[in-house]
């Protein structure tokens, strides 16, 4: 293994994060993580794969800049808006945050910034905070004088994994119609892909990609899940009842049926570039079946998509 330079990854006990960090660490490279709590369980973890932790907040500039001191890259994720104070942060701090990381990216010399997105951004304003805070901040990102790359994930596998979408009765919903596609990701998958685009700034450099690894239809959901559950399982979209009382499934709906939450990654190029991504069926039988079991007992109905 050749030890390379230093990335700074943010949101390294979260999904994304975490993910890329341990891609880093896999290949080489020498990674910091920015934790607000480095006696936690997941930092301690991250710890002991190698990773430098270093105390701080989104909100304490001082911190991320001693953070930031000296490394080559940063990886740069926001926990999602909108989602109310328990949940997550507001829109004007994802916003703030967002564009602060890049700023003091420029200013302290960092040479590679990779910015994680969402597959609806860029693509006119959704009325969803979430996502059109990330339309802004990576336009910001785009004016300003750094080498940067913006990957644009679909929907996470490990999202159709949430309590509430009634696995555990033999039922499942989401948001694409039966015969509609939505694309999604495995989020070990986005680690490996920005892995491989830190590797060559000058080929990925100022480039921004929409990222999935599958595309699956309510069918084709319905067909994988009785597979794989060993019994049926019966696919049906949210009911119209419930996307009109909750404003944000409303409106994800809305957006997948326009195309925005559908996703449009080329899914072949995308293997081309960086090697095999994780179809939702390989997925389910490998990282995802711990997550696919616990749905499957798991009753409840607060479903708090990000
Ligand atoms: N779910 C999807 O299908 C999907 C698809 C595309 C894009 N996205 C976007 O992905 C983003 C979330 O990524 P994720 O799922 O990887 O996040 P996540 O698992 O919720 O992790 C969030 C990370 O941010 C850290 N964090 C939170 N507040 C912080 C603060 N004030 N200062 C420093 N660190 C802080 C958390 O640390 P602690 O451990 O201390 O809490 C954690 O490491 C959202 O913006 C969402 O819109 C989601």
Redo the contacts with the bound molecule.
């Keep these: 293994m050749t030890i390379k330079k230093t990335v700074l990854v943010?949101?390294?006990?979260?999904?994304?994060?975490?993910?890329v960090a341990r891609a880093l660490r896999a290949g080489g490279w020498l990674v910091r993580?920015?934790?607000?709590?480095p006696a936690?369980e997941?930092?301690k973890a991250l710890a002991s794969a190698g990773i430098d932790l270093y105390p701080?907040?989104?909100?304490?500039e001082a911190s991320i800049v001693a953070a930031m001191s000296g490394v080559h890259g940063v990886f740069s994720?926001?926990?999602?808006?909108g989602q109310g104070p328990v949940h997550?942060?507001s829109d004007e701090?994802?916003l703030r945050?967002g564009k602060a990381i890049a700023d003091l990216s420029l200013a302290h010399g960092v040479r590679h910034l990779v910015y994680?997105?969402?597959?609806?951004a860029g693509k006119g304003v959704t009325g969803l905070g979430?996502?059109d805070?990330?339309t802004e901040i990576e336009e910001h990102i785009r004016s300003l004088d750094i080498r940067s790359t913006i990957v644009?994930?679909?929907?996470?596998m490990?999202?159709l994994m949430l309590p509430g979408m009634g696995l555990d009765q033999g039922t499942y919903a989401f948001f694409m119609r039966p015969d509609q596609a939505m694309q999604?990701?495995a989020?070990d998958d986005?680690g490996k892909i920005v892995a491989t685009i830190f590797s060559d700034p000058d080929r990925f450099g100022g480039q921004t990609i929409e990222i999935a690894g599958d595309a699956m239809t309510g069918n084709g959901l319905q067909d994988l899940f009785s597979r794989a559950a060993g019994r049926t399982i019966t696919y049906h979209r949210f009911p119209d009842s419930l996307l009109e009382q909750n404003r944000l499934l409303g409106r994800l709906a809305e957006l997948v049926d326009d195309g925005r939450c559908a996703g449009a990654a080329d899914i072949p190029a995308l293997r081309e570039e960086f090697g095999d991504l994780l179809s939702l069926e390989r997925w389910l039988s490998g990282p995802g079946r711990p997550l696919f079991d616990a749905a499957l007992k798991a009753s409840g109905h607060d479903v708090a998509?990000?």
């Design positions: 943010f949101g390294a006990t979260g999904q994304q994060g975490g993910a993580a920015l934790v607000r709590d936690g997941k930092a701080g907040d989104f909100s304490d994720v926001q926990p999602s808006s997550g942060i701090q994802e945050y994680t997105s969402v597959g609806a979430h996502f805070t990330k644009r994930p679909a929907a996470f490990e999202m999604c990701i989020v986005i998509l990000r």
